[in-house]
């Protein structure tokens, strides 16, 4: 079996690394890579290398919620995980197809838990 790739996109360098910190935290043998940009965390979704997207709702090339469409629009099932601050985040993430939502407020309690249960049911 491959080693876990974890792709992590959001525009706030800050939260991004915090991000990335606990992805590797939680999962160590992990290859975890990080975009500013959805459309080059896309392409890497869609290049088929990755186990588990990350993505931040609010962003300014393509907002979390287009990304995760586009993604289930061509019918690729990998997990993701959307982190943001807004109940209305939640809402259009989970409608547009994401597995887990991680409000920012409770980030290094819950993401670390969401991250590996995801991962151990690929």
Do not use: W, Y
Not at 8 to 26: L, N
Not at 59 to 88: F, T, Y
Request: proline share 3%.
């Amino acid at each position: 079996m491959h080693p876990c790739h974890i792709v992590i996109v959001d525009d706030d360098d800050a939260i991004r690394s915090v991000i990335t910190a606990i992805a590797r935290e939680a999962v160590p043998s992990a290859l975890v890579t990080e975009h500013t940009s959805s459309l080059h965390a896309l392409q890497e979704v869609e290049s088929g290398a990755a186990d588990l997207l990350i993505t931040n709702f609010q962003m300014p090339d393509m907002d979390g919620r287009a990304l995760v469409e586009k993604i289930r629009g061509e019918k690729n099932a990998i997990p993701i995980i959307m982190v943001s601050g807004s109940d209305e985040a939640r809402m259009m993430g989970e409608n547009a197809g994401i597995d887990c939502f991680v409000s920012k407020n409770v980030l290094h309690s819950a993401l670390a838990e969401a991250i590996r249960s995801l991962i151990e049911a690929r």
